[in-house]
């Protein structure tokens, strides 16, 4: 290996001790991270046709600091200078550290990331610390301390794995389960009371149980599916009527997935509940339609038990939402839109193999790690801007939006020391991106680092036409993607290609477990717990306390309202009847939304003055239940 880094580059090496002025180099004898036997070939040049030259940013973020884990403390480079530019060099980097995976056709690039062999020894102790927590984690260890959970998903695309014979079983027998249900839906032996078949698919859930089958079926379902897919992700009002009357009268044709581990999720009862009156009101039955997706025994599964749903599926405790696309979670929706989950869990299970070497040059994920430590200094202080130049993965900036903030947003680490860690992820496609923030990215603020996703296959084989005597319309997306590459880097700006040769149900399936690994490796390398979301959770009580409040709201203004005359009352009012004087600006919130609704009159006064508003409700509702 030989890594060259430009001479200006200082590195941090704890108190006291800094390199500069120095070109870094090691060889490969020197490294711990060598691998003489990967020798890559790749299918374009390292920098491409165009090579773009510029001064260096005239801002970088501030120098990240250090931070403590198990009182090693390791702090990364300032930036500040810039990175090495010499084209020669470049190569040389590049050949250097190309990982390819020959079997599933990707390659990662972390050449135009500027870590240095310094810093890759200095990270060595914590790297083998993060290997051993993750072949613990597959083991069956308690990976979850704070709701004590085993953390499983890598058993779902490996199911002997699994550290007891039951969940090998259940693994493998709701794979077989999964696999029948499609298979006789799709050839109508399951068909709907008043159709020949199953034409629609309506997948109600959110988060964890809607990102992964949204960017699934954006990725991989084929132009004319068996059966073709919507989701109710939201409790929008609107959003779920649009996504209603998108079926029109294929409602009587549709299945209807709804997905909750608990089956208390709000967001999903209420859309389920709207759903079930669209059915009523079509003089529809739901339950010959309906399939749950829940833990045994949930409030969900009996509900479906008891009603008489056409079909269960289990979630597994030790299998989290935002890493449940390999579960019948995603499964079920792919093998319906005729995907083929086995290849997807045949990816998963490939690129899982490759992420248990302790090698680091030849393990994806702790390469993508150690480049996220790199360029935040192990403390989010940089945006990940994930950019993938193909359509089909338009929605993978989403997935990994929730796969990675919601298991690195954490405000504690597993000693209990305040940390506040996290790393924002945000993104577009290419080339749309050229014509919304590239500006920024390369002139403006240095906040972030990006992750340029590149598909080699751009139709399939004898599709393609020239546009202009050598050129099509793929060569100029490749063009556009190498020259932001290159415009970026020459500002200073950093970035991680992933490349696959062209979309398919192994390579999506090799990307969602090469980023599900890469998490669990950086919430290692930072000691946080990955799998768990108190946030999320807090948010859930919180709005919890919104809606109990509403309900006194609506108690005070009702008994208001059944009074000869009419009361109208102040916010002041409602607040002193509520016993809550602490909560008026929440109260007028309430009040606002309701008028905005037609569910209360403001008698006096306008919103946008809330000390002069008198409200009361349009009727008196008597037996009315608020409590």
């Given at each position: ?28 004898s ?25 001064q ?35 190569w040389?980097r ?10 599933l ?37 308690i ?55 199953f ?61 909750s581990?608990?089956?208390?999720t ?40 008891i ?12 299998v ?6 390999m ?18 869990l ?34 989010g ?30 405000e ?19 080339s ?16 972030f680092f990006?992750t340029?996703?590149?598909v080699l ?42 490349t ?23 919430a ?9 979301q ?8 919180a ?8 309900k006194?709201?609506?108690?005070v203004l ?19 009847r ?25 008698a ?8 002069s ?15």
């Amino acid at each position: 290996m030989a890594s060259s880094i430009s001479a200006g580059l200082s590195l941090k090496l704890g108190p006291q001790r800094r390199l500069a002025g120095k070109v870094l180099h090691s060889s490969s004898s020197q490294s711990p991270f060598h691998n003489p036997s990967l020798v890559s070939s790749y299918p374009f040049s390292a920098t491409g046709a165009i090579h773009f030259r510029g001064q260096r940013a005239a801002r970088d973020a501030p120098p990240p600091t250090a931070i403590s884990n198990s009182g090693n403390d390791v702090a990364v480079a300032s930036k500040a200078v810039g990175l090495e530019k010499d084209p020669r060099e470049l190569w040389k980097r590049y050949v250097d550290w190309l990982y390819q995976h020959k079997e599933l056709g990707l390659y990662l690039d972390v050449s135009r990331v500027g870590f240095t062999d310094e810093f890759l020894q200095e990270m060595e102790p914590r790297l083998q610390k993060a290997f051993k927590d993750m072949e613990e984690l597959e083991k069956g260890a308690i990976a979850n301390p704070d709701e004590s959970r085993m953390v499983g998903h890598y058993w779902l695309r490996n199911p002997k794995l699994a550290p007891k014979a039951v969940l090998t079983q259940q693994i493998e027998t709701t794979l077989d389960k999964i696999s029948e249900f499609a298979t006789h839906v799709i050839s109508g032996k399951i068909r709907p009371p008043l159709k020949d078949r199953f034409t629609q698919i309506l997948s109600i859930g959110i988060g964890g149980s809607a990102l992964g089958p949204q960017f699934v079926a954006e990725a991989l379902a084929p132009d004319n599916p068996p059966l073709k897919i919507r989701f109710i992700d939201n409790t929008d009002p609107a959003g779920i009527d649009h996504q209603i009357a998108q079926l029109g009268n294929e409602l009587a044709s549709t299945l209807v997935i709804v997905v909750s581990k608990s089956g208390g999720t709000p967001e999903t009862r209420n859309g389920l509940l709207e759903v079930q009156k669209a059915f009523r009101e079509a003089g529809l039955e739901f339950s010959k339609q309906g399939v749950a997706i829940t833990q045994d025994n949930s409030l969900l599964d009996n509900t479906a038990r008891i009603e008489g749903w056409i079909a269960r599926f289990p979630m597994f405790d030790w299998v989290g939402g935002r890493t449940s696309e390999m579960s019948a979670v995603g499964l079920l929706a792919a093998a319906l839109q005729g995907i083929n989950i086995k290849e997807m869990l045949a990816g998963a299970a490939l690129m899982d193999e490759a992420n248990r070497t302790k090698i680091v040059k030849n393990n994806p994920a702790a390469l993508l790690a150690l480049c996220w430590y790199w360029a935040t200094g192990g403390v989010g202080s940089k945006d990940m801007v994930v950019l993938p130049y193909k359509d089909s993965l338009l929605l993978f900036s989403r997935y990994l939006q929730q796969l990675v903030m919601e298991s690195l947003g954490k405000e504690f680490d597993l000693d209990g020391n305040r940390v506040n860690q996290g790393l924002t992820v945000y993104g577009n496609k290419g080339s749309t991106d050229q014509h919304a923030y590239i500006q920024q990215l390369r002139d403006g603020v240095h906040n972030f680092f990006a992750t340029f996703i590149e598909v080699l296959r751009d139709r399939p084989p004898g599709h393609d036409w020239e546009l202009e005597p050598g050129v099509t319309s793929g060569d100029y997306l490749f063009g556009f993607l190498q020259g932001t590459r290159s415009a970026l880097y020459a500002n200073d700006r950093e970035s991680i290609t992933v490349t696959v040769e062209e979309v398919t149900p192994k390579s999506v399936g090799a990307l969602v477990a090469l980023y599900e690994r890469a998490v669990g490796i950086y919430a290692s390398l930072v000691n946080i717990n990955a799998y768990h979301q108190p946030g999320v959770e807090a948010g859930k009580k919180a709005a919890i306390e919104v809606l109990a409040l509403q309900k006194r709201v609506l108690a005070v203004l009702n008994e208001a309202s059944c009074k000869d005359p009419v009361e109208p009352l102040t916010l002041e009012e409602i607040a002193d009847r509520c016993h809550s004087p602490n909560d008026i600006e929440m109260i007028y919130k309430i009040i606002a939304h309701m008028a905005a609704n037609d569910r209360a009159l403001i008698a006096e006064g306008s919103c946008g003055s809330p000390r002069s508003v008198k409200v009361y409700l349009g009727e008196c509702n008597v037996g009315e239940m608020y409590d």
